[in-house]
């Protein structure tokens, strides 16, 4: 078995987001996923074991008028 390690996804990680799809119920398109890690407040990560995504979490920065900004987590 291989070391589990986590990583940042940027807009260049294509070869994480096929093994995403293959996690999920629903396929990410590689346009909207180029274009949603574009966005320097948008951010993700996942769990590799190998060269394989087991787990991934993103979210974004969002910004407020009534207080400071947090971060929503998906």
Same mark, same amino acid.
């Given at each position: 078995? &291989? ?6 996804? &940027?807009?260049? $990680? =294509?070869?994480?987001?096929? $093994?995403?799809?293959?996690? #999920?119920? +629903?396929?990410?398109? *590689?346009? /909207? +996923?180029? %274009? +949603? !890690? $574009?966005?320097? &407040? &948008?951010?993700?990560? @996942?769990? /590799? *074991?190998? %060269?394989?995504?087991? @787990? +991934? @979490?993103?979210?974004?920065? =969002? %910004? #407020? !008028?009534?207080?400071?900004?947090? /971060?929503?987590?998906?």
């Amino acid at each position: 078995m &291989n070391k589990m390690k986590i990583c940042r996804i &940027n807009k260049d $990680s =294509l070869k994480h987001q096929a $093994s995403i799809n293959k996690i #999920r119920a +629903f396929t990410i398109d *590689e346009t /909207l +996923f180029k %274009e +949603f !890690m $574009s966005n320097p &407040n &948008n951010l993700a990560y @996942a769990v /590799l *074991e190998g %060269e394989m995504v087991v @787990a +991934f @979490a993103w979210g974004y920065l =969002l %910004e #407020r !008028m009534d207080d400071a900004p947090i /971060l929503y987590i998906h």
